[in-house]
């Protein structure tokens, strides 16, 4: 769904600047996160898209959702079988086709590492209300979606 509202100079300028701030807190709390894990922070952004993954997911995916080469992903993940976050197996439909398999997950292990960011969340959240929550989530669906488009599906 597009809108034709206009965007006033001012209210474009402020959602910039929270882009900004938010977009370097947030690289920089994932950097965070990766030094705890001995990764660099793309490597742990490739295992985070692994772990949402409903199951194993192909190397193929993992360069389509991260907008990286499927050479770049190789490394990705030999650095994270080699690290102990995943193993590669075989599809059982096609044994020609390897897949990547998280072998640690969030609550084994991970969860500790992005809880205070979920706790951060909860405190951010509580300011609002559920009217107003779903205001917020509509936003960072439609911004969600529209930076897909514009840089991974790209």
């Known amino acids: ?8 100079a001012d209210v474009l300028e402020r959602f910039s ?6 977009s370097a807190l947030t690289v920089l709390f ?3 996160v990766a030094e705890r894990m001995g990764l660099s922070p793309t490597d742990e952004k490739c295992l985070d898209l692994a772990l949402r993954a409903e199951g ?3 190397a193929g995916r993992i360069a389509e959702l991260s907008g990286l080469s499927t050479g770049a992903v ?14 590669r197996v075989r599809d059982p439909h096609d044994r ?15 969860g500790d590492l992005v809880a205070g960011a979920q706790e951060t969340l909860r405190e951010v959240l509580s300011r609002f209300t559920p009217a107003e929550r779903d205001v917020l989530e509509r936003y960072n669906q439609v911004l969600i979606e529209t930076f897909r488009r514009r840089v991974v599906d790209a």
Do not use: Q
């Not at 769904?1 to 006033?8: A, D, I, R």
């Open 1 to 8: 769904m597009t809108s034709e509202h206009e965007v006033p």
């Open 17 to 22: 600047v929270y882009a900004r701030e938010t």
């Open 30 to 32: 994932h950097s965070r």
């Open 56 to 58: 194993p997911i192909t």
């Open 74 to 87: 190789t490394g990705v993940i030999d650095r994270l079988e080699r690290a102990g976050y995943v193993r």
């Open 96 to 110: 020609r086709k390897v897949l990547v398999e998280v072998t640690v997950r969030e609550e084994g292990g991970l």
